[in-house]
Nanobody, 116 residues
Framework: QVQLMESGGGLVHPGGSLRLSCAAS????????MGWYRHAPGKQRELVAR???????NYADSVKGRFTISRDNAKNTVYLQMNSLKPEDTAVYYC??????????WGQGTQVTVSS
């Protein structure tokens, strides 16, 4: 149906950058909104960024100005460019997608670790 495959996570020093990618299966039906969530140790899952099919974006206050979400509708792919990374950004990042039927799909998650 819809399968999300994440990549781009890793270990980076504070102030560094990473770019996450999430590709939906080629056979996917029309996707409306896509976004990135993260789950850090000792904290609940939180929304990081969201983007509509038309390009309207929304960011968590903690990442605003540092992270940029974008998408390529032709490739069914969403990206998260993360700059000026902080240790507080350490978490498992999950890709999310909603169809026009408002059905949610989730990726397996990719680990982002920011450490000196």
């Amino acid at each position: 149906q819809v399968q999300l495959m994440e990549s781009g996570g890793g270990l980076v020093h504070p102030g560094g950058s990473l770019r996450l990618s999430c590709a939906a299966s080629r056979s996917t039906v029309s996707i409306r909104d896509m976004g990135w969530y993260r789950h850090a140790p000792g904290k609940q899952r939180e929304l990081v960024a969201r983007i509509t099919r038309g390009g309207n974006t929304n960011y968590a206050d903690s990442v605003k100005g540092r992270f940029t979400i974008s998408r390529d509708n032709a490739k069914n792919t969403v990206y998260l460019q993360m700059n000026s990374l902080k240790p507080e950004d350490t978490a498992v990042y999950y890709c999310n997608a909603q169809t026009y039927a408002l059905t949610d799909y989730w990726g397996q998650g990719t680990q982002v670790t920011v450490s000196s």
